[in-house]
């Protein structure tokens, strides 16, 4: 396989048993991939240990065909992988701008025209980028967390169930967002709880369980799938 | 009681070497040194309950101490007729008012409802309540303190036996720790620490100003003791003889005689301590206050009322410490809060918990042997040692001089090492819970 | 009745004593939150660093004064102040390296940290006593006022007289420059925003390229600076006891709880409001209602709510209301 970020025969755990059997997840340049499964699959493990929180026993992880098995989290950042986690994803007390600087802490280069993007992206921001970001709704911080990611310009984006918690009509808009900056060409990886508006949008879907590779097809072909249907999305 | 042959031979050394110090240096000191060693060890006890089974940072032994040691004023002390007549009845309604205008506000905190109208009445029973507390007390209490001033000059005690004392500060360093762990235990675990310091100092500023308690800076001196004193063992035969058959002076043979009394209370006061808290330690309920200590989270999610179980360790704990406070002030005879210093009383016997080894009764023990002796020794080697390296100098060099003058200050230095090095390299102590 | 003599006395015996004192306070409380937010531990050692940082600088005014070197009318201590500041930057970062570096590696709980700190209020006693003795230390020369109680009564014709000691306004004036420039420091530059962040949410900090360690290293440069000036200025103020910069630490901390830890702006407030509260409550209030009261009615007793001894009590009982009522202090601080 020659995917753009490729999580090949993933297999650890944090210290005591595994928790990923020889997983696999790959996401192609610009394209979006989403690993749905049931509570307790190994989903949120599966993307840590993409992005290097989680000590791997076997397989490799590949960013443009270059090895980054070993690096630490930080230095995935500065290969160009972003990260956004599920829960405390933003900087509370500072304001929104500052939240995106700090994304941007790494570059020495200017990055004003980064954030404008981020800025065009989610205009909301902009409106409220001098109030601190634990001021902002649920679904604001959300959009802070994603924008933060942005600001180092990443070649892959990695979302921890960026819905959790939103409403409905915030989802739906998260997700276009989503597919938004996907279409300028950075890849997304995200794992998500609500499996089937995921994989509406999902170039390529990975169903979880137990920690290892159950179904794997394109998000079109999963939601389409009885088996997938029946076990993973309600019927 | 599980004591390892390690931890057996671990206290040998420790008495070899109090031995040494009776023979090289002098009876006397080593029963000194053996005698506070035991108080400490109460001390370090009581701490090590709080630390050491339940994670507490208590940062104001000294104020419990204190209050331990007030009791013995107020139990053994004769009273002052002349000044009870003078104002005690004056500064005994005086208190009463006062705890009477909290306990108003207190009530009317409670019966309001929030808002503007319940800050002011607080704040206006609070002035009323201060101003009659006042208007009342503070006469009463000039009364009392003109009495007699250069002996006596405050309301004196119980004229109760001394050794009664020993459980009455117990209870009296409870009711404070009661009061303090009321207000800061179930908040972050630093604010228990920051309110036992401050509530120490207040403790030890009472002791200091309110003259017509214990007679303030002035002190109180000839408390009655639980043990004969050397004065009056020496006159006795036997004590004469005996000053004869080992070559010692009568006044030193009475002063070991007599040391030895305390050593032999002390003793059976920290067996009956241990034994209690070894059995507690290994009960059922020993092992929920380690599993909350380990796991705070979990035995909150276990419906385990973590606070009400801090809360009772923390008043038990104090209260040991308030009765080494007053078992203290009995030896000495004396109360003098002018003496009462944080590092001493405070710090110094944390030094000994984390070095003895916390969450093991037998370790804080050997620590607090081991610190004392350390403390008491350290200024003598470290005068030694500053003599021999500014040998050198001339007799008048203002360097030797300063440098000789600073070596008491060594010991301080030596401590803060011991703790740093014994919390980085061997944080488990001397004798490691098991 | 004559209110302007009133004031006068106010000012003079509490106003500015009290500006000082809690100008002295705000520069320790900013230290104590700073170390608070970052290394998320209640630093015990902070008032006996502060008494060697003033001993560091009592040692270079001596140095200074021996060459005949001074800044007349100001005192020579603010000469010898960056040789403090170095000497305690590097003691801090030392302790920091040798102490508290292995604690974070092996993320220690918080009382782990608090205990070392224990230790190393310890040694540092030790050092500054082995330096100073126990006694006190005046070391204040320059002019001691910037106007007498006499030439004020002389420019204004009032019976009451106000004074400036010197130490009092360069206290005062030090303290908000200082405050001024480290709010503009934590929030104006890149060092300082990356502290917020790491305060802020320590993960994420670190995924955004974050170093903790010069995060760290940062934030006991600036605790030095605070130290060091608060010591000094406090010693100017009122003289050098190591014992009296122990006793610091408990207004310091009130003042850092009742402004809510963790909050620099509310480290300042709590300071002040804990020094007037002090000074307020043991001020005898005396002459200052003897002008207030029409005539005939002036107060007989000396008017003062608690002896001065007690003034520690009144930190004590603020604290104890802000632990009963809002623990996360005035500007929610962190409750960790």
């Known amino acids: 396989m020659s995917a753009f970020l490729i999580g090949e025969a993933m297999t650890g755990g944090y210290g005591g048993a595994d928790i990923l059997h020889s997983c696999t997840i790959a996401v192609e340049k610009g394209e979006i991939a989403v690993i749905v499964g049931p509570n307790g699959a190994g989903k949120s493990t599966a993307m840590k240990a993409v992005f290097g929180m989680l000590k791997l026993r076997e397989g490799t992880v590949r960013l443009a065909g270059e090895d980054i098995t070993s690096l630490s989290p930080q230095a995935r950042v500065a290969k160009g992988m972003g990260f956004v986690p599920q829960t405390s994803n933003i900087f509370p007390s500072m304001t929104v701008e500052e939240n995106l600087e700090m994304g941007a802490f790494i570059r020495t280069d200017d990055f004003s025209t980064t954030m404008e993007q981020v800025y065009e992206l989610f205009p909301i921001l902009r409106d409220k980028r001098r109030q601190a970001a634990g001021e902002l709704s649920g679904g604001q911080r959300q959009q802070v967390a994603v924008g933060r990611a942005l600001m180092t310009q990443p070649s892959v984006l990695m979302l921890d169930e960026p819905t959790a918690g939103v409403s409905p009509i915030v989802m739906d808009e998260l997700f276009d967002r989503i597919i938004e900056i996907a279409r ?42 009885p088996d997938v249907r029946k076990s993973f999305l309600g019927g | 009681m599980s004591l390892t042959a390690r931890d057996l031979g671990l206290f040998a050394v420790m008495g070899v070497v109090l031995a040494m110090v009776a023979m090289f240096q002098s009876p006397q000191l080593a029963i000194t040194i053996l005698n506070m060693s035991l108080i400490s060890a109460i001390m370090a006890l009581g701490v090590n309950m709080q ?92 009364a009392v303190q003109a009495v007699n001033p250069a002996s006596e000059g405050y309301l004196g005690g119980a004229n109760l036996p001394v050794i009664l004392s020993w459980p009455v500060g117990a209870v009296f360093a409870a009711g404070v720790a009661w009061l303090i762990g009321k207000i800061s235990l179930g908040l972050r675990s630093d604010y228990l620490a920051i309110a036992t310091l401050g509530i120490s100092e207040i403790v030890i500023a009472v002791l200091k100003h309110e003259r017509w308690l214990a007679r303030g800076v002035n002190n109180v001196t000839g408390i009655d003791r639980p043990v004969t004193r050397p004065v009056d063992l020496q006159p006795l035969p036997w004590v004469q003889d005996l000053a004869e058959t080992l070559g010692w002076s009568v006044s030193q043979t009475a002063s070991v005689i007599s040391g030895l009394g305390y050593s032999g209370l002390f003793l059976i006061v920290l067996g009956i301590l241990i034994w209690l808290a070894e059995r507690a330690l290994n009960s059922p309920w020993g092992r929920m206050m380690r599993a909350i200590r380990d796991n705070e989270v979990s035995a909150r999610a276990m419906g385990k009322d973590v606070t009400r179980r801090h809360l009772m360790i923390f008043v038990l704990g104090s209260a040991v410490c308030g009765l080494a406070g007053a078992m203290m002030v009995s030896m000495d005879g004396q109360i003098t809060p002018g003496s009462y210093e944080p590092l001493r009383f405070t710090f110094l016997i944390w030094v000994m918990v984390i070095v003895g080894g916390s969450g093991n009764n037998w370790g804080a023990v050997l620590g607090a042997f081991v610190i004392w002796f350390l403390w008491v020794q350290v200024e003598p080697a470290g005068r030694w040692f500053m003599d021999m390296a500014t040998s050198g100098m001339a007799e008048t060099s203002e360097l030797r001089r300063h440098l000789l003058d600073s070596a008491a200050y060594m010991r301080l230095l030596t401590m803060g090492l011991a703790l740093l090095l014994m919390l980085r390299f061997a944080p488990r102590g001397l004798i490691p819970e098991r | 009745m004559e209110p302007l003599n009133a004031l006068v006395s106010v000012a003079n015996f ?302 004590f009982a603020i604290l104890v209301i802000v632990l009963l009522f809002r623990p996360t202090g005035i500007f929610k601080g962190k409750v960790l």
């Open chain 3, 14 to 315: 509490m106003l500015v004593p009290a500006l000082a004192y809690g100008s002295q306070l705000a520069l320790g409380a900013l230290g104590i939150t700073l170390i608070y937010s970052i290394l998320r531990f209640a630093h015990f050692a902070h008032g006996d660093t502060m008494a060697l940082g003033t001993a560091a600088v009592i040692g270079g005014t001596w140095f200074l004064q021996a060459q005949g070197i001074g800044i007349q009318p100001l005192p020579t201590a603010l000469l010898a102040l960056p040789f403090g500041i170095l000497v305690m930057i590097g003691y801090l970062l030392t302790v920091d390296r040798m102490v508290y570096r292995y604690y974070r590696r092996v993320k220690a709980k918080p009382m782990i940290f608090v205990m070392a700190s224990l230790g190393v209020m310890f040694v540092t006693n030790g050092i500054t006593r082995l330096f100073m003795g126990v006694g006190e230390t005046r070391f204040e020369d320059g002019g001691r006022f910037l106007f007498t109680v006499r030439e004020f009564r002389e420019w204004t014709g009032l019976a009451e007289g106000l004074a400036l000691r010197s130490a009092q306004a360069l206290t005062i004036i030090t303290a908000l420059v200082v405050m001024m420039v480290l709010f503009w420091f934590l929030n104006r530059t890149r060092a300082g925003k990356s502290m917020r962040a790491y305060s802020d949410n320590e993960d994420l900090a670190l995924l955004s390229g974050i170093n903790p360690e010069r995060v760290v290293m940062i934030t006991w440069i600036i605790t030095a600076i605070l130290l060091v000036l608060a010591g000094t200025l406090y010693g100017l103020d009122k003289g050098f006891r190591p014992f009296n910069y122990f006793q610091l630490l408990l207004p310091m901390f009130a003042a850092a709880i009742l402004g809510g830890l963790g909050s620099p702006i509310g480290a300042i407030v709590g300071a002040y409001v804990v020094a007037f509260a002090e000074m307020g409550i043991t001020y005898a209030w005396r002459r200052v209602f003897t002008y207030l009261m029409p005539e005939g009615l002036e107060p007989t007793s000396m008017m003062q709510l608690l002896p001065v001894d007690y003034k520690f009590a009144v930190t």
């Open chain 2, 51 to 142: 630390w050491g089974y339940a994670g507490l940072f208590n940062v104001g032994i000294m104020g419990f101490t204190a209050v331990g040691g007030l009791a013995v004023v107020l139990i053994a002390q004769p009273p002052v007729p002349e000044a009870w007549a003078a104002g005690g009845l004056g500064i005994m309604l005086g208190l009463m008012l006062g705890v009477a205008t909290i306990l108003a506000s207190v009530i009317v905190y409670k019966r309001m409802a929030p808002g503007r109208l319940r800050g002011f009445a607080i704040f206006g029973v609070l002035v009323v309540g201060y101003l009659l507390t006042s208007q009342v007390f503070g006469p009463a209490k000039l």
């Open chain 1, 184 to 225: 300028t060409g950075i890849s997304i990886l995200m794992v998500e709880q609500n499996a089937r508006q995921a994989l509406e949008i999902a170039d390529k879907g990975y169903v979880l369980v137990q920690g290892a590779n159950r179904y794997t097809d394109t998000g079109q072909a999963l939601l389409a799938d």
